[in-house]
């Protein structure tokens, strides 16, 4: 490498705290380690531009669960596992929101609504009967309730319907004016944030973290991993998987009747209308082969389900013309629930957020700067 000593002096030692990953998680823990330990030193490296990973190629999403989710979670979790999880997710949209204003992240909150369609009727039946037990556990732990059934054939112009579980406490932000503030904030509070620089290893002493990346050899006293899965060959034991979300967005369609955000399929399906266009990801879970990956990118047969999807169930009275189409990586595990967590001394790691980081991330930084500072303190 050609690194001066200057450079070396200045940007690759000395740091209290290293974070990898410039999304939601991994800006939220610098942010959060500041407000602890205001002269500490915290930089944040990340591989791309902009975050890698899921962070700014979501689709806004601030939600906390569908029905069809949460009886799939039980498969995995004990019913107050799946109630406590939820439960983080909606203190984590509070704390976004507390910390970034509606205004600011452009945030309304115009109900989420899961479809379900006629031949979909199974499942319904199954979250209808669980619907009431959802909404007295979460009347006990937050005093709302928050899911709505409704029997009807045809929802805000989508047809063919069975019915329809709405959440009213759920809506829709932009991602890239989130994102935009938490760098903003970043940077106001003293955090050095590094774009193109990629971790590729590291090594640890007993005051140091040496970290290998794509620029040379940083050092600090402790490193902090939120990188969805990019990282999962570091950390095997913590069955971080990652899984891709193709999304795409129509050109504006001039006859839309969709207002609020909409889940279909236990959450692999999604979309919502942004400003007259429809944005929609999902459909990896008819993918299994192809979507179990890190590498960014789309394919043909995911961007025609997509389109199909659309096309066939949500909209059929005009054409649909597709105008952008990109992916996100999601870190997923054998569950739904996140690591925060010290994997080893002087090594953090909050990551697999299960592609719902815009609601639990923020939460998840604040968890993880807690378990940092406490171990400056031993």
Same mark, same amino acid.
């Given at each position: 490498?050609?690194?001066?000593?200057?450079? *070396?002096?200045? @940007?690759?030692?000395?740091?209290?705290?290293?974070?990898?990953?410039? =999304?939601?998680? /991994?800006?939220?823990?610098?942010?959060?380690?500041?407000?602890?330990?205001?002269?500490? *030193?915290?930089?944040?490296?990340? +591989?791309?531009?902009?975050?890698?990973?899921?962070?700014?190629?979501?689709?806004?999403?601030?939600? @906390?669960?569908?029905?069809?989710?949460?009886? #799939?979670?039980?498969?995995?979790? %004990?019913? #107050?596992?799946?109630?406590?999880?939820?439960?983080?997710?909606?203190?984590?949209?509070?704390?976004?929101?507390? #910390?970034?204003?509606?205004? *600011?992240?452009?945030?309304?909150?115009? /109900?989420?609504?899961?479809?379900?369609?006629?031949? #979909?009727?199974?499942?319904?039946?199954?979250?209808?009967?669980?619907?009431? +037990?959802?909404?007295?556990?979460?009347?006990?732990?937050?005093?709302?309730?928050?899911?709505?059934?409704?029997?009807?054939?045809?929802?805000?112009?989508?047809?063919?319907?069975?019915?329809?579980?709405?959440?009213?406490?759920?809506?829709?932000?932009?991602? =890239?004016?989130?994102?935009?503030?938490?760098?903003? +904030?970043?940077?106001?509070?003293?955090?050095?944030?590094?774009?193109?620089?990629?971790?590729?290893?590291?090594?640890?002493?007993?005051?140091?973290?040496?970290?290998?990346?794509?620029?040379?050899?940083?050092?600090?006293?402790?490193?902090?991993?939120?990188?969805?899965?990019?990282?999962?060959?570091?950390?095997?034991?913590?069955?971080?998987?990652?899984?891709? $979300?193709?999304?795409?967005?129509?050109?504006?369609?001039?006859?839309?009747?969709?207002?609020?955000? @909409?889940?279909?399929?236990?959450?692999? $399906?999604?979309? +919502? $209308? !942004?400003?007259?266009?429809?944005?929609?990801?999902?459909?990896?879970?008819?993918?299994?082969?192809?979507? %179990?990956?890190?590498?960014?990118?789309?394919?043909?047969?995911?961007?025609?389900?997509?389109?199909? @999807?659309?096309?066939?169930?949500?909209?059929?009275?005009?054409? !649909?013309?597709?105008?952008?189409?990109?992916?996100?990586?999601?870190?997923? /595990?054998?569950?739904?629930?996140?690591?925060?967590?010290?994997?080893?001394?002087?090594?953090?790691?909050?990551? *697999?957020?299960?592609?719902?980081?815009? &609601?639990?991330?923020?939460?998840?930084?604040?968890?993880? &700067?807690?378990?940092?500072?406490?171990?400056?303190?031993?």
């Amino acid at each position: 490498m050609n690194t001066s000593y200057w450079e *070396r002096e200045t @940007f690759l030692e000395n740091y209290d705290l290293l974070v990898v990953g410039a =999304g939601i998680a /991994g800006l939220s823990t610098a942010i959060e380690l500041k407000k602890r330990r205001p002269d500490f *030193r915290v930089a944040v490296l990340e +591989r791309s531009w902009l975050s890698d990973g899921a962070s700014s190629k979501n689709a806004g999403f601030a939600c @906390f669960g569908s029905l069809s989710e949460f009886v #799939d979670d039980l498969k995995d979790m %004990s019913f #107050d596992e799946v109630v406590s999880l939820a439960v983080r997710r909606f203190q984590g949209i509070e704390k976004l929101v507390k #910390d970034y204003s509606e205004e *600011r992240l452009l945030l309304e909150w115009n /109900g989420g609504h899961e479809l379900f369609f006629q031949e #979909d009727e199974a499942s319904f039946k199954e979250c209808c009967a669980i619907v009431d +037990r959802f909404n007295n556990a979460f009347e006990s732990a937050l005093n709302i309730r928050p899911y709505t059934v409704s029997a009807v054939q045809e929802f805000q112009g989508i047809k063919n319907l069975i019915g329809v579980i709405s959440n009213k406490y759920e809506g829709g932000l932009n991602t =890239g004016a989130m994102l935009n503030a938490m760098r903003e +904030r970043s940077v106001s509070q003293g955090v050095q944030v590094f774009s193109g620089v990629e971790v590729v290893n590291y090594s640890t002493s007993k005051n140091e973290v040496k970290v290998e990346t794509s620029v040379g050899i940083w050092k600090a006293k402790r490193i902090a991993f939120c990188t969805s899965s990019f990282h999962s060959n570091l950390f095997e034991d913590l069955q971080m998987n990652a899984k891709r $979300n193709q999304v795409i967005v129509t050109k504006p369609i001039s006859d839309l009747k969709l207002n609020g955000t @909409f889940h279909h399929q236990q959450g692999f $399906n999604y979309f +919502r $209308n !942004i400003n007259g266009r429809i944005l929609m990801g999902g459909m990896r879970h008819l993918f299994p082969a192809t979507e %179990s990956t890190c590498v960014q990118g789309n394919t043909e047969e995911v961007v025609s389900a997509l389109t199909n @999807f659309l096309q066939h169930k949500i909209h059929a009275t005009s054409a !649909i013309e597709i105008d952008l189409a990109w992916s996100g990586i999601l870190g997923v /595990g054998k569950d739904e629930r996140p690591v925060v967590k010290e994997v080893q001394e002087h090594v953090f790691v909050g990551a *697999r957020l299960g592609g719902i980081g815009v &609601a639990i991330g923020s939460l998840i930084g604040e968890e993880l &700067a807690g378990l940092i500072d406490s171990s400056f303190s031993k």
